[in-house]
């Protein structure tokens, strides 16, 4: 027996849209397309009909809907979504799809009523509780490593002048080449060998 009982045997008809923010384009678009498909192979679900819409340029908007200007060190986010219908064997099967790829909206097509017994809504919102626990967790554990990172980063910029972490954070952004590397440790060898004569 699943949360909630269907009056009949049907399976539920759904349809959903998820959406999904990011670069570079075509990126999103694949990452897009391999959800569908996922939802897809998910246990009770068989997607009937998918719309994918074109990747567009991301506009930021205010509280008046007045388009917000990038600056200039942002880069181009790019937004996109897909319509999806599919059919559910049982209703776990569609809360499934809904807590694990969190679409933006779910509108059940059919059938139109269900039948609620209270042993099934208690385990339909301990399963909420549960998954609300679970996601607020992680959450506390990121921002716990943040908090660390934060106080890590301190601690370096007061033990390092900030040229000297200037120079470091060029270096970590811009790596020397395998041949560079290769050309400066032979440079410091031969220096070496050079004090070694005197």
Known sequence: MG????????????????????????????VLKELVERINKEKGIQVTNKTINEAKVFERKDEK???????EEE????????????????VTDLLAVCFTY???????????????????????????????????SLAKTALMHNQILGK????????VDSKTLRQKLEQIANPPSQ???????????????????R
């Open 152 to 159: 890590q980063i301190e601690a370096i910029k007061q033990n």
């Open 75 to 90: 880069q181009e986010l790019y937004s996109t979504f897909a319509e999806i219908e599919f059919e559910a064997a049982e």
């Open 102 to 136: 969190m679409p933006a909206n779910v509108e059940i097509i059919e059938p139109e009523a269900f039948e609620l017994k209270n042993l099934d809504f208690n385990s339909l919102i301990n399963e909420i509780i549960r998954r609300l626990h679970h996601y607020d």
């Open 3 to 30: 949360f909630l009982t269907k009056k009949d045997n049907k399976k539920i008809k759904v349809r959903i849209i998820l959406e999904i923010l990011g670069r570079p384009k075509e990126h999103i678009m694949e």
């Open 179 to 197: 041949e560079e590397d290769t050309k400066e440790k032979a440079v410091k060898n031969n220096s070496k060998s050079k004090k070694k004569k």
């Open 65 to 71: 809907g007045n388009i917000i200007p990038k600056r």
